[in-house]
């Protein structure tokens, strides 16, 4: 059983940053792609970003496009998400997902383990 631990979430200033990590504990065998979802309060779980099992490929919602950087290090299992020029309208609690297909993909659905979430919130 795969279980999937983020940190890193907290308070920042409109224009911050924040630096998110998650890393499996239990069997982490064959894990591949790894992503971040989000859900703001009163609003469904959205996609955010998501690496490849090699690392070699990574997909980004438009919204948060040349203010995120998803990267993962491989010999330690972890994936991080890097948050700059932060807005009020990033904020939710951003969750880890991770399967063992290496592929990317958006669809929640097609993640198997998933951590429990951190809280981000921006202030303006």
């Known amino acids: 059983q795969v279980r999937l631990v983020e940190s890193g979430g907290g308070l920042v200033q409109a224009g911050g940053s924040l630096r998110l990590s998650c890393a499996p504990s239990g069997l982490t065998f064959n894990i591949g792609v790894m992503g971040w979802f989000r859900q703001a309060p009163g609003k469904e779980r959205e996609f955010v970003a998501a690496?490849?099992?090699?690392?070699?490929?990574?997909d980004y919602e438009d919204s948060v496009k040349g203010r995120f950087s998803i990267s993962r290090d491989n010999a330690k299992n972890t994936v991080y998400l890097q948050m700059n020029t932060l807005k009020p309208e990033d904020t939710a609690v951003y969750s880890c997902?991770?399967?063992?297909?290496?592929?990317?993909?958006?669809?929640?659905?097609?993640?198997?383990?998933w951590g429990q979430g951190t809280r981000v919130t921006v202030s303006s």
């Open positions: 690496i490849a099992g090699s690392g070699q490929s990574a």
């Open positions: 997902a991770a399967d063992n297909s290496p592929l990317v993909t958006r669809r929640s659905s097609l993640y198997r383990y």
